[in-house]
């Protein structure tokens, strides 16, 4: 039986299972066990029964299989079959689905190990993990429920943070893979728009929606899109090029990359800790040969990112959530006409944050409003596009701090319309805008809270993504931390 699982890597794992070591059961117990003590209100649905059963049925290690056995969590967005999934919604409360979403098929196929559905933000509609059904979703580094965990992948990035799981499905429309992260010093990995099947993952705005990954290394964040990415027919959006195997490319040289550092966006964080940091691991990079120059972006048009963002993403979200009525979807509550079941059920189903979001992208869709909300947002979405593909004719990558301080406590404000919040807490959004493969990873400590770094590059380059933010993970020492629990 191997000491503490929560140290080891979907690799080290894998071994320890080819070996006979520990069984896929025994493990799977270990991740229940640990499941079922966590207190940091992650869990929506533990499934233990359907956890020990497949755990139970795999006798014969699968040698070039790296997920055989690996206990795994799936943020409650994502369809599976026969189990529970809500949305982390009211309206959504008894829902079972009759489908696994693809993302969940590979994964069983692979005989990875779902033992939880866990929380987000409600329909994966927030920022800080505090949204959802169930309450607040907590940061496991803070014994005292003091700080956020960030969201909407909240229940995704605590399992990974706390050590339950090595690997855990998100879901990211502005930085919801991302941000956590960070706020978790894991690693969040957003891959480009259509790389992997977005089918039976309820949709909040699918032209920024990605599946996402986290794990606490980015080799396993590569073993995860190996396994996820590809063409999907029951998807139209997935793309059809070809999955690479981007495990077998983290030690390419990386002498020739060139970096960019958008210099407004870093010069609108005010945390010297991060930003000391982050610039030292800046040096390493130079250091092993990688060009990094200074670029400049519009101060007006990195103000615009999240009144874009939040135009686009409620109008989408408006429209793709008109089942949830109370018929197709959602509990009954009797009225004379549609109109009145509908309303009864979406007064009761949802909280206030989803109905203020709702309002707010049905009135951006209304005829006479299109043209100065919903239509504007989109060519300013197409201008920072453009800002940013600009950049990538030049460079590589793009890299800055992923988040403009560690977890913050819940409850704390921030002034809204610095460029701190406008523009640091919200620049990871250019790569949902422009379906770019992001990746945040940690790179330092703030007192015993970590922060991550995020880099972005070309669509498509999620080999190259991988294998520079590999040698920053090495030049950080920070591969494979998770928050202790007392005595561990």
């Given amino acids: 039986m191997i000491k503490n699982y929560k140290e080891l890597s979907i690799r080290e794992l894998h071994n320890a299972l080819v070996n006979k070591e520990i069984t896929p059961l025994e493990l799977t117990k270990l991740a229940l066990e640990e499941a079922k003590n966590d207190n940091n209100n992650a869990i929506e649905y533990l499934m233990e029964k359907e956890a020990l059963e497949m755990a139970a049925s795999l006798t014969e290690p699968e040698k070039d299989n790296m997920f ?22 009211n309206i959504l409360n008894g829902y079972v ?27 994966a509609m927030g920022g800080t993990g505090t949204s959802g059904h169930l309450g607040t979703t907590y940061n496991p580094y803070c ?25 855990a499905l998100g879901s990211d429309t ?21 790389r992997i099947s977005r089918y039976g993952l309820f949709p909040f705005a699918p032209s920024l929606d990605t599946v996402g990954i986290l794990t606490r290394s980015v080799e396993d964040a590569s073993f995860a899109l190996e396994v996820l990415a590809g063409h999907d027919e029951k998807d139209a959006t997935s793309s059809f090029k070809e999955v690479d195997k981007y495990s077998e490319h983290l030690e390419d040289d990386i002498k020739d990359y060139k970096v960019a550092i958008i210099q407004e966006i870093f010069d609108s964080i005010t945390n010297e800790t991060i930003k000391k940091t982050f610039l ?44 949830l009525d109370g018929i197709k979807f959602g509990p009954y509550h009797d009225g004379k006409t549609y109109q009145e079941v509908m309303a009864n059920a979406r007064t009761i189903g949802f909280s206030e944050l989803i109905k203020r979001r709702f309002v707010f992208g049905s009135f951006a869709l209304m005829k006479e409003n299109q043209h100065d909300l919903f239509l504007r947002a989109q060519r300013n979405r197409r201008h920072i596009v453009e800002e940013t593909n600009k950049i990538l004719e030049q460079y590589d990558f793009i890299y800055l701090p992923a988040a403009p301080s560690v977890a913050p406590k819940i409850g704390e404000k921030s002034d ?24 945040s990873l940690p790179i330092g400590y703030e007192g015993h809270l970590p922060f991550d770094a995020n880099i972005s590059g070309r669509p498509f380059e999620e080999s190259k993504l991988l294998n520079i933010a590999n040698f920053i993970e090495k030049d950080t020492h920070l591969k494979g931390i998770y928050a202790k629990k007392e005595g561990e």
């Fill in 143 to 167: 014994k005292h429920k003091k700080r956020l965990m960030g969201g909407s992948s909240c229940g995704s990035a605590a399992f990974v943070t706390a050590g339950i799981v090595p690997f």
């Fill in 416 to 439: 809204r319309l610095s460029n701190e919040y406008l523009i640091a807490d919200n620049h990871l959004v250019i790569g949902n805008f422009a379906g770019l493969p992001s990746i």
């Fill in 68 to 89: 055989w056995g690996i206990p795994i969590a799936i943020k409650d967005n994502f369809s599976t079959k026969g189990v529970p999934t809500t949305g982390s919604s």
């Fill in 174 to 194: 502005g930085d919801s893979t991302r941000k956590p992260a960070s706020y978790g010093g894991i690693v969040g990995f957003k891959p480009t728009w259509s």
């Fill in 280 to 323: 030292e691991s800046v040096k390493k990079l130079e250091d092993r040969g990688v060009k990094v120059g200074y670029v400049h972006m519009d101060n007006e048009l990195l103000t615009s990112l999240f009144p874009t963002y939040f135009v686009i993403s409620c109008a989408e979200a408006t429209s793709n959530n008109a089942n």
């Fill in 97 to 123: 689905p009759v489908y696994d979403a693809q993302v969940v098929t590979l994964l069983k196929q692979k005989h990875a190990i779902p033992i939880a559905k866990v929380t987000l933000d409600e329909l």
